[in-house]
Structure formats: C-alpha cells, structure tokens
C-alpha cells in the first residue's frame, strides 16, 4: 500500500477522532518525507485509533442493549423463511388458521392453502367423506361456479338479490368471527369456492347437507334396530352432533343429535333403492357376519341390517357340519326373539334376487363383513333386550 492511499485513509475517518491526532500533524509531515520512519509512525497512530474505537463500541453496545426491550429482539413472524413459517402454520387449528387471516393479506394467503387444510379436513371429517359425499360436493361446487359465470340466469334484480346471499355463504368461519375479532377485517374475504378451507367451513357451519348412513335411525326406534339407512346430514358444532333427513314412501323423517358414533359414509355404487349384487353367497358359513338390505313394501328404499349366518335345520352340529354345502344359506337376526317373524330367512345362493312378502318385508342383496372394525361396530349397537 502507497503512503498517498494511507494519508487518503485516513482522512475518511470521523473527524471526531482526527481531531485527537492533530499535534501529530506536523510531525507526520516530516515523517512522509522518510519512508521507513513513515510507515512505523502510521502504524502505531493506527492502532491507538483502533483500540479508541474499540473501546467506544464494547461502551456503546453495553449502553444500547439495556435500553433495547426483550421483545424487540425477536424476528418478525413474516421474515422467517417459508419452510419454517409453513410448520408454524401447520401446528395451527382451524380456528387459529382462521384467525391469523385477518392479521394481513400476506398471511392471509398462506392460511387458505389447500396443503394446510387438506390435513384438518382428513383428520376430522375424513372418516364420513366417501365417494357419495365428495360426488355431492363437487356438484354443488360446480353448480355455484355455474351461476357465477351466468350473467343471465335471471333478472337483474333477482340476480343481484342472489348474489348478495352467495356472497354472504362465501364467507369462511362467520361461526368464528365473535370469538377471534375477525368480524370487522376477516368478514370481508371471500374464499375461493373450490378450496378446501371453503369445503371445511361449510362443512363446520352447518351449511352443506351430504350423503352418509345412520346406524339405528330415529332415535333408535325399535322398528329401526341394527340397521343402517341413508340420510342427508349436517353438522351442528353447538352440539358436536348432527341432524339428519330420511325419504321413505312420500314422508320425510327427521332427527336429531345424531352422534358420529351413528354414522357411516354413503357408497357411490348404489342407491338406497337399488338392489346390491350378492357376490358372497357362495363362502358363507355358519357364523360369518354380514349386512343384508331389507324395506317393508317394495314403495320403501332399502337399509341395511346385520345379521349371523346360521345352521340349516338338518345340521347334525359344529363338528360335523356341512351347512356351507347346501345350496340354502340360513340367515339369522338374532337380536329378535326365536319366535319373531323376522328372526331367520333362507335364501338360494345361485339363484337369489329380492325374495319376501309384504307381510314379512323384502330381502334384497348381501355383504360379507371382511374387518373387525365393521363387526365390532354393529356389536356396539347391540340392543340392550331381545326385540319382539
């Protein structure tokens, strides 16, 4: 380094700390003229400068950290970097996700991700999803994008009037809003009709009515006993229930404080009026559990009721039973007594349809039950004293 960029060096430094040095001005423009003697002369002004600034900064910082508050030192939530702000967020429940939307439009934006919500809306409502469900959701998506997009599906006032009440239904977590301050910022956002966070809100406020099965409808009447028909549902999360609507022959019934325990998805494969396909006659034996559909008139849909497969009459016992031969297949619905109409029916394993009367009912197709959890949910039900 020349001796002109040290002497331009130091000229940059604070004229504060110069003006400590100016009795040595003179002497360092003697110094310049001898190059040895100059460099030594520098060196050692360096370092009594360094050591000065030294001293003020560790002064400084000892001063300006007791006067800093503890909670200025933390990093703003929004300067963390994604990955970390994404596992934050995803320790959230709903209710926080929803709160933390009307913070900014920032945050906003990450907490109606569809990877945030997917997690939520499989561990609450995962289990009463079937493919009935999902089916009925998308149509209604699809409906309400429909009547988005049509400028003309009435009149205009009528259209105003329609969209208004839309707008309000697109309102996520109104049910929330009292209890986490989102009514004034959050209410105003209106969430993306085919996102999950949307989806979930419906779902949580009661909005959507879908497709599931109940288990021992109406209040277990004893007409209904160890089955399980089709319904619409919502939920209620006053209650942590929900209430549900069944069609049967021109009336509609109704029920409430349906408990989850209750409840089953709806298969997408048929309708509570279609008779199901029997594929398990052939491997039934005595003992195998199994649901059986079954209606009181032929004007009724169907439900489905469990049963056990039993022995055939001329079965000399379990030792020596060859009751799985037969052509015939015993059905038993041992939660009547021995003496009821309804406590057994033989069916053909070749050639079965719908078989009944209408004094008796009809009985219509048959499901292996394959899993313990499906046996140990009917066991649940099991009523506490023998029907008649």
Not at 171 to 180: G, V
Not at 207 to 236: L, T
Not at 288 to 307: A, L, S, V
């Amino acid at each position: 380094m020349s001796l002109s960029s040290l002497s331009f060096s130091l000229l940059l430094l604070p004229h504060s700390l110069l003006s400590m040095e100016n009795k040595f001005l003179d002497f360092l423009s003697f110094c310049f003229s001898n190059t040895i003697c100059g460099l030594l002369m520098v060196s050692c002004l360096a370092r009594s400068i360094i050591n000065r600034i030294g001293f003020r900064t560790l002064a400084w910082r000892k001063e300006t950290k007791k006067k800093i508050p503890q909670g200025e030192n933390k990093m703003p939530l929004l300067d963390l970097p994604d990955l970390t702000l994404d596992c934050i967020l995803e320790k959230l429940s709903p209710s926080e996700l929803c709160a933390m939307t009307c913070v900014c439009s920032e945050l906003r934006d990450k907490c109606v991700s569809d990877h945030l919500w997917e997690k939520h809306m499989e561990k609450k409502w995962g289990r009463l999803m079937g493919d009935a469900a999902i089916k009925e959701w998308k149509s209604h998506v699809a409906t309400l994008m429909q009547c988005l997009r049509d400028p003309n599906r009435s009149s205009r006032r009528s259209n105003t009037q329609w969209r208004s009440r839309l707008a309000a239904n697109l309102k996520p977590f109104s049910w929330l809003s009292s209890n986490h301050g989102c009514d004034q910022r959050g209410s105003s956002y209106l969430a993306t009709i085919d996102s999950v966070m949307y989806w979930y809100s419906n779902l949580e406020s009661g909005k959507f009515w879908f497709p599931a099965q109940v288990y021992n409808r109406e209040n277990g009447h004893v007409g209904f006993m160890m089955s399980c028909y089709d319904a619409k549902i919502r939920y209620d999360s006053k209650t942590d229930t929900f209430q549900a609507r069944y069609s049967a022959h021109g009336r509609r019934a109704a029920e409430e404080n349906v408990t989850w325990q209750r409840l089953r998805p709806s298969l997408i494969d048929a309708e509570s009026r279609d008779l199901h396909v029997s594929d398990c006659l052939q491997e039934l034996r005595p003992g195998d559990q199994f649901e059986i559909q079954w209606r009181r008139t032929k004007e009724f849909p169907y439900g489905w009721w469990f049963g056990i497969v039993g022995h055939l009459q001329n079965c000399d016992g379990e030792e020596s039973c060859r009751c799985h031969l037969d052509e015939n297949v015993v059905m038993e619905f041992r939660q009547f007594r021995p003496d009821s109409p309804w406590r057994t029916t033989v069916l053909n394993r070749k050639e079965h349809r719908e078989t009944g009367n209408e004094s008796n009912g009809f009985y219509g197709g048959v499901k292996k039950l394959a899993t313990e959890e499906e046996v140990s949910t009917w066991k649940q039900l099991w009523p506490a004293q023998v029907l008649q």
